[in-house]
T-cell receptor
Framework: DAGVTQSPTHLIKTRGQQVTLRCSPK?????VSWYQQALGQGPQFIFQ???????QRGNFPDRFSGHQFPNYSSELNVNALLLGDSALYLC?????????????????FGPGTRLTVT | GQQLNQSPQSMFIQEGEDVSMNCTSS?????WLWYKQEPGEGPVLLIA?????ELTSNGRLTAQFGITRKDSFLNISASIPSDVGIYFC???????????FGTGTSLTVIP
């Protein structure tokens, strides 16, 4: 059973450019969330996609956009790159499970894409 | 966005010692997750908690969902060198779909 996969592994871009990152969720998962992790910090929520729509968004500008495809895979697009966008971008997949007494919600991460903006 | 407070920020312990760390929030959560992250990799899910007071183990790891629903605790017993990494807590409320992450606890195990 393949886990969450992300591509590319590393990416170097110049300020002002645009970038697209890709994610394939764990088998059986229908929800994809994207996070930005700066060096030495915890992941920060960018947005979540479910049923091909953005379901919730964190405190990130409109330069960050995304898409989810019918096969549940997802893309993260960042326009007009800034130096401060340099970070590890993590994709996480999840699906609400049916526990005995309450729904369960486990979120699994991919290895991340290291983006460097110069 | 909201970030949870984790303590301690870093720990240096001898192999074989037990480890305790905690995570606190100003908000009530209905789900707590604990992750371990190693350099250059994504976080790996260790334990999931769904009910106040719940105590869940995964091998040498034990986590608890605080009674107030604003905190969670992770204990590691008899630490070994491969426990080295950064441990993150993550909480989710029933009013949203996002997880808020803690600031991380960096663990170093000295052989």
């Amino acid at each position: 059973d393949a886990g969450v996969t992300q591509s590319p592994t590393h990416l170097i871009k110049t300020r002002g450019q645009q970038v697209t990152l890709r994610c394939s969720p764990k088998s059986g998962h229908d929800t994809v969330s994207w996070y930005q992790q700066a060096l030495g910090q915890g992941p920060q929520f960018i947005f979540q996609y479910y049923e091909e729509e953005e379901r919730q968004r964190g405190n990130f500008p409109d330069r960050f956009s995304g898409h989810q495809f019918p096969n549940y895979s997802s893309e993260l697009n960042v326009n007009a790159l800034l130096l401060g966008d340099s970070a590890l971008y993590l994709c996480a997949s999840s699906s609400v499970g049916t526990g005995v007494f309450y729904p369960t919600y486990e979120q699994y991460f991919g290895p991340g894409t290291r983006l460097t903006v110069t | 966005g909201q970030q949870l407070n984790q303590s301690p920020q870093s720990m240096f312990i001898q192999e074989g010692e037990d480890v305790s760390m905690n995570c606190t929030s100003s908000s009530i959560f209905n789900t707590w997750l604990w992750y371990k992250q190693e350099p250059g990799e994504g976080p790996v899910l260790l334990i999931a908690l769904y009910k106040a007071g719940e105590l869940t183990s995964n091998g040498r790891l034990t986590a608890q969902f605080g009674i107030t629903r604003k905190d969670s605790f992770l204990n590691i017993s008899a630490s070994i060198p491969s426990d080295v990494g950064i441990y993150f807590c993550a909480g989710r409320s029933n009013t949203g779909n996002q997880f808020y992450f803690g600031t991380g606890t960096s663990l170093t195990v000295i052989p």
